[in-house]
């Protein structure tokens, strides 16, 4: 059973379309977290949510917009896309702060603007 | 934003040798972890430290919380090809979010 699953997995689209990739978590966690990967691979936080509510968000252009139908979901929808967007986008989530934290990452949605 | 510095950058290194690397930071965080990440793959959590001074091991990993609250240590005994990665230390500031380093490749030769 993946506990955190994200699609799809390789977006390939032109500039100026919009596109989504989805986060679904099996682990009963509160809160999730979009996560990007540049090329030097360098993570940086996006968003995250806590029970459907935005708690974070990290000075992130508004064409993209995180949306939490759920407390196990977490959706990315990315308007008008562009050239540096391309990257890896990571979904996560995590139990509270405490002696089990810690985030568990689903395995990426490579995203590539041409 | 807050970045965490490690190194080294990358490590070439024969199996069966032990490794180390650091994190610092410039802020105190009260939570430390580190993750592993496989080609193709997301972070997998390997030790979290919660306490200043911490010493926590998991197999052949070895993970030290500083004692300033301000770095992080990981080492890696006897290594092995699988070993093979990418390497994050990661401190977490206030609850939620967790601010990552800018990583350690690691390559080990049979």
């Known amino acids: 059973d993946t506990a955190v699953s994200q699609t799809p997995k390789y977006l390939v689209t032109q500039m100026g379309n919009d596109k989504s990739i989805k986060c679904e978590q099996n682990?009963?966690?509160?809160?999730m977290y979009w996560y990007k990967q540049d090329s030097k691979k360098f993570l940086k936080i996006m968003f995250s949510?806590?029970?459907?509510?935005?708690?974070i968000n990290e000075t992130v252009p508004n064409r993209f917009s995180p949306k939490s139908p759920d407390k196990a979901h977490l959706n990315l929808h990315i308007n008008s896309l562009e050239l540096g967007d391309s990257a890896v986008y990571f979904c996560?989530?995590?139990?509270?702060?405490?002696?089990?934290?810690?985030?568990?990452f689903g395995s990426g949605t490579r995203l590539t603007v041409v | 934003g807050q970045q965490l510095n490690q190194s080294p950058q990358s490590m070439f290194i024969q199996e069966g040798e032990d490794v180390s690397m650091n994190c610092t930071s410039s802020?105190?965080?009260?939570?430390w972890l580190w993750y592993k990440q496989d080609p193709g793959e997301g972070p997998v959590l390997l030790i979290a430290?919660?306490?200043?001074?911490e010493l926590t091991s998991n197999g052949r990993l070895t993970a030290q919380f500083g004692i300033t609250r301000k770095d992080s240590f990981l080492n890696i005994s006897a290594s092995i090809p699988s070993d093979v990665g990418i390497y994050f230390c990661a401190g977490l500031e206030g609850t939620d979010k967790l601010i990552f380093g800018t990583g350690t490749r690691l390559q080990v030769f049979p």
């Open positions: 996560a989530s995590s139990h509270p702060v405490g002696a089990n934290y810690g985030y568990t």
């Open positions: 430290l919660y306490k200043a001074g």
């Open positions: 682990l009963g966690h509160d809160t």
């Open positions: 802020s105190i965080f009260n939570t």
């Open positions: 949510y806590n029970n459907k509510e935005l708690i």
